[in-house]
């Protein structure tokens, strides 16, 4: 099964909590803390295997979670950081973060790496948080959690040459005479539904790959019919093979079917207007082909002087070779970069941001008896305090009150044991400077 667009669940490793403890020796006088930090969580990184083809080991498995840091140790020792998670994807495939639409990466190279989910980083083990005031703090902090985010995955096709056509012109039927490849041929629409590859012998020493890529019809471009499931596929190729049936054998107007499919392909992408193209005028061994490659050649001159228009029948292999030979000259007149522009990765770019101060914002609001205080800073704090020690609570009632929270609840009319609520954490209101 070809499978070529899929959405998953990634998330980086969070990293490792740091530790309280101290040295205990017996030859070591007045030890002090010896709590390592946490390892740093592992990355969740995609990298481009170009033994793949289509993506479909990504519709059994959809989660991908790096493994967590090692926690912190004593004797100063920090935790290990967890290995990174490897993800094979084939070459092709542009990753985009689902939720703001943004391409996080365009893999078109074997060997490629991008970091899709980096991992948290580890918690501060209680050695970093000694001074001269408190030289034995029993503080330490939690790990970071890894990043997370939902990533579509879509590939397009990886080849040089594109047959695109109207369903029913004879492109699978090219791609099975010229290749080894055995694409499904069936006289009805829609035969092909996947794009098939095949590796092309010109005959002369060179080759080169060809896509038959599903059947397009008007209105492609807003989604109908196979829509956007084929046409992101020739935004890959170098050039294009645009097969006509010039018997006319649908009841259709060879020249009105060129314009359409164009058409088309300029709507989704202005740039595929300009890729170089062939027109293999099919089924020339038909009735009414070779009245219908006049009118062709005059009414596609008035349009677009340059076209070449050759013509051939893939079923008797007339005109077949000529085809070939003048696709490996064009494809040997264009660089061998990718048709279309890449993405650098994420982990190239260099962001520069303005370090802001801290908000020391917040809100209070109430909930019932309770007093509910919201505020970024304060939760963030929270999520990376272990509050299992006296030092720990020492420390967030030290920044409630230099933030003016504990002012602000005696305005509201906070007295002792009043209940206050931050975030998933509930505490009583004491009114005793000692904490402070």
Avoid: C
């Avoid at 948290?120 to 790990?143: D, S, V």
């Avoid at 929270?382 to 009632?397: F, G």
């Avoid at 206050?420 to 505490?427: G, L, P």
């Amino acid at each position: 099964m070809f499978v070529d667009k899929a959405k998953i669940f990634v998330k980086g490793g969070d990293g490792g909590d740091g530790l309280v403890a101290f040295r205990r020796e017996k030859y070591v006088p007045e030890g002090g803390p010896a709590g390592g930090d946490g390892g740093k969580g592992g990355d969740v990184i995609f990298r481009v295997d170009e033994g793949l083809r289509t993506l479909m080991d990504f519709r059994y498995q959809r989660h991908f979670k790096a493994q967590r840091g090692e926690k912190g140790r004593n004797k100063s020792q920090h935790g290990a950081g967890a290995e990174n998670m490897i993800v094979r994807i084939p070459p092709g495939t542009v990753l985009i973060d689902d939720d703001s639409g943004e391409i996080i990466a365009d893999m078109t190279r074997h060997g490629q790496e991008v970091i899709v989910a980096r991992g948290g980083r580890g918690g501060r083990g209680n050695i970093r948080f000694a001074t001269p005031n408190n030289p034995a703090p029993e503080l330490a902090e939690n790990g970071e959690e890894g990043q997370e985010r939902y990533v579509v995955l879509e590939l397009k096709v990886m080849a040089d040459v594109g047959l695109v056509g109207f369903p029913s012109v004879g492109k699978s039927t090219l791609l099975s005479v010229v290749s080894a490849a055995k694409p499904k041929i069936g006289a009805y629409h829609f035969t092909t539904i996947t794009p098939n590859l095949g590796v092309v012998d010109v005959g002369d020493g060179r080759s080169f790959v060809m896509a038959d890529l599903p059947g397009l019809i008007e209105g492609a471009h807003e989604g109908v019919g196979l829509g956007h499931e084929f046409l992101r596929h020739v935004e890959r190729t170098r050039i294009i093979i645009h097969v006509v049936d010039m018997a006319g054998s649908e009841g259709r107007d060879p020249f009105e079917d060129w314009v359409k499919i164009n058409d088309e392909l300029k709507q989704y992408n202005v740039g595929l207007a300009d890729r170089p193209q062939i027109v293999a005028a099919n089924k020339m061994d038909m009735e009414e082909a070779q009245e219908n490659l006049a009118s062709f050649r005059e009414r596609a001159g008035s349009v677009r002087p340059d076209l070449e228009i050759l013509p051939i029948s893939s079923l008797t292999r007339q005109g077949v070779q000529e085809l070939l030979y003048r696709a490996a000259d064009l494809l040997d007149s264009i660089p061998q970069a990718p048709a279309v522009e890449e993405v650098v990765e994420s982990a190239e770019r260099k962001v520069y941001k303005l370090n802001a101060a801290e908000d020391d914002s917040f809100t209070i609001t109430r909930d019932n008896e309770a007093f509910v205080v919201n505020s970024p800073k304060i939760e963030r704090m929270l999520k990376r305090m272990q509050l299992n020690s006296h030092d720990a609570i020492l420390k967030l009632a030290r920044t409630l009150r230099h933030m003016g929270v504990d002012e602000e609840l005696r305005k509201r009319g906070a007295v002792e044991g009043t209940i206050v609520r931050i975030a998933d954490f509930e505490f009583e209101f004491v009114e005793n400077s000692s904490y402070y």
